[in-house]
């Protein structure tokens, strides 16, 4: 069973900065492909970035392009989601998703709050 478990998410004002941690079981982590996407309030998913299985490709929504940084740990299952320059408009609820790069079948954990406001 696909387990995944987001932390690191909290208040942060305009322009600070975030991790988020993302801890993988249940499943051969290193040989899937991983992303991150959100919700914000009153809105669908937006899917906001993608790595392949090594970490040597990355990819990322024109939104959130230049100030996050996505990466992995696969010898400890971890993923992660650098959050710098934050906006206002970033403000929403970020889920670890298994699965294709910006595909539709996203297996999603229970998801961690960012709030960006002053």
């Known amino acids: 069973e696909v387990h995944l478990v987001e932390s690191g998410g909290g208040l942060v004002q305009p322009g600070g900065s975030l991790m988020l941690s993302c801890e993988a079981s249940g499943f051969a982590f290193s040989l899937s492909e991983m992303n991150w996407v959100r919700q914000a309030p009153g809105q669908g998913l937006e899917w906001v970035s993608g790595i392949s299985k090594n970490g040597n490709h990355v990819y990322y929504a024109d939104s959130v392009k230049g100030r996050f940084t996505i990466s992995r740990n696969n010898a400890k299952n971890i993923l992660y989601l650098r959050l710098d320059s934050l906006k206002t408009e970033d403000t929403a609820i970020y889920y670890c998703?298994?699965?294709?790069?910006?595909?539709?079948?996203?297996?999603r954990g229970q998801g961690t709050q960012v709030t960006v406001s002053s």
């Open positions: 998703a298994k699965g294709a790069i910006g595909g539709d079948r996203l297996e």
